[in-house]
Structure formats: C-alpha cells, structure tokens
C-alpha cells in the first residue's frame, strides 16, 4: 500500500453511539480479511486489500467529526490488523484526541499487543470452538485468536470478546468447548446470526435468525465462564 494512502478504505458519515458504549463514534473501514467466514456481513470487504484515503483527506475528516460532537473512533473492517501502517492510522486519531475501539478477529497477537496502549476499548470475535474454525471461517492457526484473548485479559484494557450465534452451527456441544477455552473473561457478548441474500455461503442465506430464547440459554451457559455477559 502506498506511503500516500491511510489503511481507512471507507468511513460511515453518521455517527453512532451503539458501537462503543458511552461514546459517539465514528466507523472507519479498512479493507481485507485474512478470514472468509462463511456468513460474513461484510463479504465486500474481504479478500482484497483497496487503496485507502489519503492522510490529508483523513485528517480532514478527523477535523469535521468534532463539529458532531464525535469523542471515538471505531476501526473495524475487513480485519484492521492486516494492514502493517495501522500503527500510523492509530497515531493520527490520536493526535485529533480522539479515543479508539479496535474491531478485530484476534489473528495478529503480536500486532495487537504492540497496540494495546493505544487502544481504548477491544472488541475481539470468538467465531466458534477451536476445532471448529477451519470448517467456519477458513481460519487454519486458531490458537492466535486465544493468544490475542489472552493478551487482552492480562493487558488491563477495557475489552469485550462476542460470538454470533448461528442455531445450526453453535450447539451444545460447540458452546460447551468455546466456553471452556474463554473461561474467565471479563465480557462476553452473545449476538444473533441475521440472515441476508449476499452472504458469502448460500446454504447460511436462508438459515433462521437466532432465537432471543437460545441466546439467553448460551447466557446462561456462559454464567460460570465470564464476569459479565451481554446478549444483543
């Protein structure tokens, strides 16, 4: 990627303050995905890598959210950990003052730790049990996903680890082995899986919406394994 060009492929223009608790935030998009999950919400940004903003053009956006009363920033994707000047796109929302919540499939330990003290708050997706994740996301090296969960929960930093719950694929006997091997958490996140037409795997388009009621039994589930549990 060119020296020219911010990792941030694509910004949301309308804040939100349902993505980092407590804060209005801005939702900065990068590109890529070393994942190819099959029931991916954003398949059009995984894969290839784009050319991003350019660093002017950024700050001037960074400049611009002030006037919405903007305090955060949300990078997510893709897989922001992918692109090796992430570290600069970090430095400069700084520089505006603003804080930052890093969305991240946990693939990158390394990379993520060498953020970690400039990161606010972490929100780290746990796909499904170890075993499982060839079969999910094509991901082969799942013990770095529990290495970067591990980082998290020594490191201090505010942080959440969330699962989206697919009836057909998170069984008992799945959530039993994902808890086990999150056990000790400091937040954990149950979402439910949404079908849509442009997901990546036509047998998930048609799969039902995850019941509130199963949801809440995996809460329940997780009781003994998280200090706080939220279901969305």
């Known amino acids: 990627m060119s020296s020219q060009t911010s990792p941030v492929f694509a910004w949301q223009r309308q804040p939100t303050l349902s993505d980092h608790a407590g804060h209005l935030s801005a939702l900065f998009f990068t590109s890529g995905c070393n994942f190819t999950c099959r029931f991916c919400h954003n398949a059009a940004l995984m894969n290839r890598v784009q050319t991003g903003i350019d660093w002017q053009h950024l700050d001037q956006i960074l400049s611009s959210l002030r006037e919405q009363w903007v305090d955060s920033v949300t990078l997510t994707g893709g897989e922001p950990l992918l692109h090796a000047s992430l570290p600069l796109l ?3 929302i700084k ?4 804080l930052i919540k890093l969305d991240s499939n946990g693939s990158f330990p390394e990379r993520l730790q060498s953020l970690l003290p400039q990161l606010d708050y972490v929100a780290l997706d746990i796909k499904t049990s170890q075993a499982r994740y060839p079969q999910l996301t ?7 996903v529990l290495r ?4 998290l929960d020594s490191s201090g930093i505010d942080y959440e680890l969330r699962t989206t719950i697919i009836e057909a694929h998170h069984d008992d006997e799945v959530m039993n082995a994902l808890l086990q091997e999150i056990h000790g958490c400091r937040r954990y996140v149950l979402q439910p899986f949404i079908p849509r037409p442009d997901l990546p795997d036509p047998l998930f388009r048609t799969l039902p919406r995850t019941r509130p009621q199963r949801l ?7 009781a003994e394994h998280a200090q706080s549990i939220k279901t969305l």
């Open 148 to 151: 970067s969960a591990r980082l």
């Open 138 to 144: 094509g991901w082969q090296k799942p013990e770095q």
């Open 90 to 92: 970090v430095d400069r």
């Open 216 to 222: 809440q039994q995996l809460a329940a589930m997780a």
């Open 95 to 98: 520089q505006h003052g603003y």
